[in-house]
């Protein structure tokens, strides 16, 4: 059966980035914001399926997909086990097989062969496992056959396994067998490892059983688990192991699942194989039907490795390739073809040396010139570190081996050598790290590709460290746009290092903050964030259809929702015309190496947006609202900070402007272009989202992170203020008061109040203002007795007896200080107090003792003062201090608890009065108004709230009344069962309501309090005082009793003991319950009686301050005033706002350019007092600490080693001798001096003449002695299976013996057969082709002169290669091909010629297939009788090729030789001619007519312009051609 189609493997996107776009339209939603199932909109939390069925699902898809091998043929071994018994050729015995293996007719065929006797089957052996005697430490495992695709193999492990797709792969790789290591290296390596793989989160792969490398691994994993750092990530660790080779895998056989499957280690019993390790965390057992084969999952593993390095990781709009590094420790043969093939497929391998045997052989030639690494140095090191096995090493082996580690060698670039305490290196991590960008910084690539995807691979490993050392250097300086796009990862990844990185390196976040990266930043919301679930309601409540995009508008209607109605929206609903948009869809905004990037975002839109753009507030915001700490302090620190240096301003200007300028500058541009400076506002609106989220969240852990952030904010606000404070009290009070445009046209005072900042709000600053309000224009000094006496006898008003702030008030006496005395806040507060005194005695008289059945004027002038409170109470209602509409301002109003007192107290009233006007409802009016008159006694404690004596006592008291209620609950408890039980015990039948609430609820209450009934034990009976049958109103129900002996008949015993309990429960236990309640309310509200009375003192003050002067009765007038100005006359309201300022431009500019300067002052003063904690000093002390003991170590390490470097020394001098009298011995026998007997053999010391050394590699040979041809000598043949014969340095000259050599014949079937010389291992069929001739069209001479046949086959005149016949190529002997350059000067838009480093820059035109990597020169191979090659004619239009036919006569010769291309064999190679054409003039009529023929006829053809670049991604011997023609110019390269 085939497996069910699976999705794009490296599509997999998670922590909600992204998704697939089907359905979204359906469900109204953002492709990022899309509608969950109804337990997610109900929870916002994902609910995951549970273990069984996870386990079902599992066990369903697994047998369709994953397939195991089995022996279905039994064909006896000739020899028997090591347990002595009859086996199979495949291993096992023949109980272990099928039936039909082992029925005599099931195969005709006698020979065992692998391919037709093993048969796939569905897998019986996966699940869980578990270690016996381990602990409880579970694993997966599976078991496959070793066809199984990768694709399946990944799709198991991220979706049913539910591993997160990697940021990076390390293959581990080494000694199969136990080996030694020293204890320090040991330790380092094991540390490193781990902390590579936690940090980057790294897949680990072994080969997972528990010896040799993978046990080095295991236990590096399992002293990561037993440290404190385990809880921070499980290291993933994935054994990839031979089935057949594991022991005791019978247990892990499970039809349907093992769930678990107890795996025992026995070490001891295993024999020959091998356990699996009990620290690895995924097992992948590969099957192919055999029992005993080692070796078996290396390939499967090696195109598993492959598929995950070439998957894509997409994460915050950015997209990489996942990148794979090789560790190898120890190992023999089979290491070093694990090394030479990872160098040759590009992956980077660190060598830890010291480890033994072939990492040691890797690391100790690494640093040797390619042409010292000689067959007899390779003998030597194989016979020092290879003691035991080194009599195995035949000379071809020893061969092999030299040509594999000139390979590695080679190609230096993607090889780390880890050497302990040498090179500065101190970590492998760092080292892992460090070769994986070294080995994509020598990938070639066009412009900045290579150093971003080196950023992207730092970022995805979330190593600052990392980007620091190696990116951020002065290599390559960044240009701020240039990291935008890593920033919007970054943030969205939540890696506040690299933000702050980024922020270091010049991103600006007014440049970086378009209202599209914001659009983009709210779309990539964390899934399980609060605040993506709000932004999903609103968008489900839009009417639009079809699904509305995400607009910033429904960003701020959640915004509105937490800041409060009381803010304006910061985003405004914009106009259908006027919509801002993103440039490019959200969930396609990604940042591939090619393709669509995310730097789109950065261009500005040219639609005009509606509304402004505060970068750092709205960046702000994004953080808080996902409860992002660290990320939403960075910002908050620095996004206000300028990039020089902010200076005090001056105290002496009166009008200050940012450091220190004037406040004309500072409007000019002395302050940045962003609006939003206020950082004591944007932490209290921080502290205000923080808040109102946390009474809608679920989660406990987060609703106290929100709470404990809010309350950071908080007091970073008031530092902050306590530094404005200190300094100028006076701008400190108009920063609390000014109207912040960017946070909705709000105040500190009003935010930190609808917050319920209340340490904040009591802070001496906060409270200094509110004082001064209080006393409106009176000075705060007076007395309350004076103001209290002016009161009383306004014309001591004259005599100075009360002093006022201004002293245009002090002077003038008359009509002026009245006005402004009995305006004060404080003295209409006491006018109104001592009214409502008045109102209350007047009320109280009227009720007892003059409450006639017609009202009296007494009465009449009560009615006459609620009349003026109802108008004061509508007043209030309808003239708030902000304009709002009416459903806001009822909302507003009964906010408060005292105005729903004043209502129910005033209707209250009406009913009374209602009643009391109506002679036959007098009485009930009466009581009505009487217990109205309570409800107005009560409302003393509100006016109280003012006094700092008895306020804090008020609020302790309104505290405990909640403890009363909860405790009355736990009282009405037993009050009733005790009541019912007594009731039902005593009375029979009791039919009386009132005698039944009595007995049941009344005498039990009053039983706690001392009153027990005098029947309850029988002794104070008396039939006297009860009434027998119930009849008598005025008595209660006589109990069950015997009539005739008149004695109680019910169980006294009983009563007296119910009576007992419930005295103990309710009179010892609650009450005491009550008492600590009490206690432990008082204390708790004591320790912030005063914060609470100075928070809610503010709103008595604000009623007061915009309350008329004349108190009830009289206020009467100020409302009939109002009346004729606002109803009668139409005036608009003059609104006094003394706790809303409005300030000029350059007053507000230079008020808060000083506060961003106190701001400052705030964050060193903080940063000093952490330095200056016991805790912190400890802590640097011990990094002091470590870092000396590093040091000391790394001392005596290079101590110890500097033998070694003497030693080295030694060897490079006796080596250059060596090279000299070399020298001198050549010369003298090539002067004729000396006899030819006892000459040493010269090996050679440079390349052969004609050859040029730069097409070799592509790239400036740094050895002279490596210039022989190096493509050509690659062991892999190319497009095809053969594999060359290892022709080392040493051996390639023809004249060199080589007495071993015998490379393979290859000759490649062609389709255009008649063009190519025929096929044969033999000369007959050459024998008619002409060599060093003209044949025909075929030119078959070579450019460097007559070259040698042997056997009729021509010799390749750079030397051996390792292969015979044709190859791939045409012709035996030289293919020539043409390869021409085309280029012209690169210009800016002004036509300038664009320079770099003083030299011009050159333009090339190249092509590139589809499937290539690299691209190339239009040039290559010619038909017979044609000038222009092939792929040069496939991208030029026909009208146009004699034209260019004549462009290359003209043109220059840049090169004209051999060519080291792969396809190159002993006897046939590749020669070329480079031809220069270049276009000086941008305006020449050649290449205007060559730019309007560039038309590929080939769909499969790329043709582009290429800035000419060291790092261009062309083929290497192309650039070796680029870099000729470049120099030919004098241009850059």
Known sequence: MEPPPLRKAGSRQEDGFGGPPGGVAAMGMVPNLRRSNSSLCRNRRPQFLNNCEKQANLSSWIPENIKKKECVHFVERSKLSDAGKVVCECGYTREQHLEEATRPYAFLSKEWDLKKHVREMPTDAFGDIVFTGLGQKMGKYVRISQDTPPSVIYHLMTQHWGLDVPNLLISVTGGAKDFHMKPRLKSIFRRGLVKVAQTTGAWVITGGSHTGVMKQVGEAVRGFSLSSSYSEGEVVTIGIATWGTVHNRESLIHPTGGFPAEYVMDEEGQGHLTCLDSNHSHFILVDDGTHGRYGVEIPLRARLEKFISEQTKERGGVAIKIPIACVVLEGGPGTLQTIYNAVTHGTPCVIVEGSGRVADVIAQVASLPVSEITIGLTRQKLGSLFPEMFETFTESRIVEWTKKIQDIVRRRQLLTIFREGKDGQQDVDVAILQALLKASRSHDGFGHENWDHQLKLAVAWNRVDI??????????????????????????????????????????????????????????????????????????????????????????????????????????????????????????????????????????????????????????????????????????????????AVKEPSPHCPRRGYGGLPCSSVARGGLPSHKSQDCIAAALACSKILKQLS????????????????????????????????????????????????????????????????????????????????????????????????????????????????????????????????????????????????????????????FQPSPSGCECLIYLWLFSLVCEELRQLFCPPDECGLVKMVLLYLSDFWNKLDIAAILLFIVGLTCRLIPALLYPGRVILSLDFIMFCLRLMHIFTISKTLGPKIIIVKRMMKDVFFFLFLLAVWVVSFGVAKQAILIHNERRVEWIFRGAVYQSYLTIFGQIPAYVDGVNFNLDQCSPNGTDPYKPKCPESDSARQEPAFPEWLTVLLLCLYLLFTNILLLNLLIAMFNYTFQQVQERTDQIWKFQRHGLIEEYEGRPPAPPPFILLNHLHLFLQRVVLKNPAERRKPFKSKLEKNEEAALLSWEIYLKENYLQDQQFQQKQRPEQKIQDTSEKVDTMVDLLEMARLKQSGSVEQRLASLEEQVAQMARALHWVVRALRDSGFGSEEGVPTLAPQKASEGQDPELDDGQRVEDPGDAYHVNARHLLYPNSPVLRFPVPNEKVPWETEFLIYDPPFYSADRKDKDLVDPVGDTWEPLSRISFNAVEGHLDRRSFHGAYALRDGFPLNPMGRTGLRGRGDLVCFGPNHTLQPVITRWKRNQDGAICRKSIKKMLEVLVVKRSLSEHWALPGGSREPGETLPRKLKQALRHEFWASFENLLRQGAEVYRGYVDDPRNTDNAWIETVAVSIHFADQSDVELKRLNSHLCSRDPGLSIRWQLVDRRIPLYANHKAILRKAAALFGAYY
């Open 467 to 644: 980007a620091r050392s190696e990116i951020f250097t002065d290599e390559r300086p960044w240009k701020p746009s240039e990291l935008h796009p890593m920033m919007t990862a970054a943030l969205i990844a939540n890696k506040p290092e690299f933000v702050k990185l980024f922020l270091e390196n010049g991103v600006q976040l007014t440049e970086f903050g378009t209202c599209d990266t914001l659009l983009y930043l709210y779309e990539n919301l964390e899934p399980c964030c609060l605040f993506r679930y709000k932004l999903q309601k609103v968008l489900a409540e839009e009417p639009e259809r079809p699904a509305p995009r995400l607009r910033m508008h429904h960003v701020a209607q959640v915004l509105r929702e937490l800041l409060g109605d009381f803010s304006q929206p910061l985003y405004p609903r914009p106009r259908s015309s006027d919509q801002p948009r993103l440039l490019l869809p959200a969930p396609n905004l990604k940042l591939h190496v090619q393709g669509v990037s995310l730097r789109s975002l950065y261009k500005r839109s040219p639609r005009h947006v509606a509304f402004t753009m505060d970068p750092v507030r709205d960046l702000l915001i994004w953080a808080i609202v996902q409860n992002r700490r660290e990320l939403a302090e960075i910002i908050w620190a620095q996004g206000w900070r300028f990039q020089t």
């Open 695 to 850: 009474r809608e969240e679920e989660d406990t852990d987060s609703l106290e992170e929100m709470l404990a952030l809010a309350d950071e904010y908080e007091q970073r606000a008031i530092g902050v203020f306590t530094e404005c404070h200190r300094k100028d009290e006076e701008r400190a009070q108009k920063l609390l008061v000014r109207v912040s445009e960017a946070w909705g046209k709000t105040t500190c005072l009003q935010l930190a109040l609808e917050a319920k900042d209340m340490k904040f709000v009591s802070h001496g600053g906060v409270q200094a203002f509110l004082t001064k309000v209080w006393w409106g224009q009176l000075s705060v000094d007076n007395g309350l007795w004076r103001v209290v006496l002016c009161m009383l006898a306004f014309p001591l008003l004259a005599t100075g007896l009360v002093s006022f702030r201004e002293r245009r008030l002090q002077a003038v006496r008359g009509l002026a200080r009245v006005r402004a005395f009995f305006s004060a806040p404080v003295v209409i507060f006491h006018l109104n107090t001592l009214s409502y005194f008045a109102f209350l005695c007047l009320f109280a008289y009227v009720l007892m003792v003059d």
